[in-house]
T-cell receptor, first 116, second 116 residues
């Protein structure tokens, strides 16, 4: 079946450090790829997405490029802030539901801690 | 963001109680979802509604009963729950039919449920 693999956390960085959170996937066909962020006590917020190979999603300084040849969608940010501390989820949309909607396969999440 | 709202944010209930979770989306979407997020486990899709019809039911126990009276509202009725049902319950919405794999889900803040 389809799957999403994320690097184990927690990832601890100093403020202004460069961030990479690795995400690789296994899927048939051409899934859409997403990064969601979950702040403490909150739901998931869409961070960015890419719907086809070589697309780059970007938002709030975060970027990720859909690499079909390496089946990856790594999340990067050039300079993290304390406010970026959260859990980050990589997900792929790999199945359309008959009647409407789609199914997402999520990774297990990577906790990021940014310290002063 | 206030695109998808959920009430209550926190709920404590005994195993013999009956309660309901409410979700409302203000995005003009046609598909709505219920997910369960438990500690140390991937997000679990529970139910999907599209155009007010249930289109997905992921083998969820009958003590969870969804209701979608219109495309903006989604309920999850709870009765005779077990302690292992304690979790964060997340609602999401997406545009739905015709969007294919690029259909993007937007999540609410969740209801933290504790079953005593």
């Amino acid at each position: 079946g389809n799957s999403v693999t994320q690097m184990e956390g927690p990832v601890t960085l100093s403020e202004e450090a460069f961030l990479t959170i690795n995400c690789t996937y296994t899927a048939t066909g051409y899934p859409s790829l997403f990064w969601y962020v979950q702040y403490p006590g909150e739901g998931l917020q869409l961070l960015l997405k890419a719907t086809k190979a070589d697309d780059k999603g970007s938002n709030k300084g975060f970027e990720a490029t859909y690499r079909k040849e390496t089946t990856s969608f790594h999340l990067e940010k050039g300079s993290v802030q304390v406010s970026d501390s959260a859990v980050y989820f990589c997900a792929l949309s790999d199945a359309v539901i008959t009647g409407g909607g789609n199914k997402l396969t999520f990774g297990t999440g990577t906790q990021l801690k940014v310290e002063l | 963001e206030t695109g998808v709202t959920q009430t209550p944010r926190h709920l404590v209930m005994g195993m013999t109680n009956k309660k309901s979770l409410k979700c409302e989306q203000h995005l003009g979407h046609n598909a709505m979802y219920w997910y369960k997020q438990s500690a140390k486990k991937p997000l679990e899709l529970m139910f999907v509604y599209s155009l007010e019809e249930r289109v997905e039911n992921n083998s969820v126990p009958s003590r969870f009963s969804p209701e979608c009276p219109n495309s903006s509202h989604l309920f999850l009725h709870l009765h005779t729950l077990q302690p292992e049902d304690s979790a964060l319950y997340l609602c999401a919405s997406s545009q739905g039919p015709g969007q294919g794999l690029a259909d993007t889900q937007y999540f609410g803040p969740g209801t933290r449920l504790t079953v005593l």
